[in-house]
């Protein structure tokens, strides 16, 4: 997952199963630079997972890593 090089924070990515359960979280992403590849902390059942969530956080680029805003993202995950 990138960080667009305009941005002036961190990014930090999140993969939740819909109860909540983390599935995968990303290094702090520098501007410009892309996430390693995303491998899930727990092996799924092959099928569909409605109301998964991709949740991002952005954290300032000082010493206290300051919490900025952030987004989420509903997403249907398929694993095969």
Known sequence: MPNPPQNC???QICLYME?????WESELIEPGKTSKPIVLSKALEKGMYPNAVLRY???RMDENLSPLNGAETKLTLWVK
């Open 57 to 59: 956080s952005c954290y």
């Open 19 to 23: 109860d909540g359960t983390l599935l």
């Open 9 to 11: 924070c961190y990014f």
